[in-house]
């Protein structure tokens, strides 16, 4: 299984439009060879260089295996139709979707995009952190990947 993205490379720069700099939306991915026994993905997205430790950007899952490509400008909101349902949590900044990075002047930040494939949909309420899916999710990953993305102001 493998994430990536058509507008930045692994270990690349995210293009200022997915950051608080831009449009602050998110970029779109492709998601190649996910496993048959896989019964749903979830998406991670966050920050380890952040001053006060790790940021998060973005957290989403039950989202369908048959998506290999999530678009650019996932809607912020609890639930994603155009994703058949898929659920968001809540990010570092306390708001339910996805925010872009916006790190303070410095060196490059690492925005690590981390792709889980799961045994099985998660039952867990829309606006939930990061904490709580991760806690969630283990014993049901199935395979993951992760692509990073590099952002400096």
Same mark, same amino acid.
């Given at each position: 299984?493998?994430?990536?993205?058509?507008?930045?490379?692994?270990?690349?720069?995210?293009?200022?439009?997915?950051? =608080?700099?831009?449009? /602050?939306?998110?970029?779109?991915?492709? %998601?190649?060879? %996910?496993?048959?026994?896989?019964?749903? #993905?979830? !998406?991670? @997205? /966050?920050?380890?260089?952040?001053?006060?430790?790790?940021?998060?950007?973005? +957290? %989403?899952?039950? *989202?369908? +295996?048959?998506?290999?490509?999530?678009?650019?400008?996932?809607?912020?909101?609890?639930? @994603?139709?155009?994703?058949?349902?898929? !659920?968001?949590?809540?990010?570092?900044?306390?708001? *339910?979707?996805?925010?872009?990075? =916006?790190?303070?002047?410095?060196?490059?930040?690492?925005?690590?995009?981390?792709?889980?494939? #799961?045994? /099985?949909?998660? /039952?867990?309420?829309?606006?939930? #952190?990061?904490?709580?899916?991760?806690?969630?999710?283990?014993?049901? @990953?199935?395979?993951?990947?992760?692509?990073?993305?590099?952002?400096?102001?």
């Amino acid at each position: 299984m493998q994430i990536s993205s058509p507008v930045f490379d692994d270990r690349g720069n995210i293009p200022p439009k997915y950051t =608080c700099d831009g449009e /602050d939306i998110s970029p779109p991915l492709k %998601i190649s060879n %996910i496993p048959t026994e896989a019964k749903s #993905l979830a !998406i991670v @997205v /966050d920050d380890p260089d952040a001053p006060g430790g790790i940021f998060d950007h973005w +957290t %989403i899952w039950n *989202i369908s +295996t048959k998506f290999t490509k999530i678009p650019e400008n996932i809607p912020e909101g609890d639930k @994603v139709d155009s994703l058949n349902g898929a !659920i968001q949590g809540k990010n570092g900044f306390g708001e *339910i979707g996805y925010r872009g990075p =916006c790190p303070p002047p410095g060196p490059d930040h690492k925005y690590r995009f981390k792709l889980y494939a #799961l045994k /099985d949909k998660i /039952d867990l309420n829309p606006g939930v #952190l990061k904490k709580d899916l991760e806690r969630k999710i283990k014993g049901l @990953v199935v395979k993951k990947d992760q692509i990073t993305g590099l952002y400096d102001r």
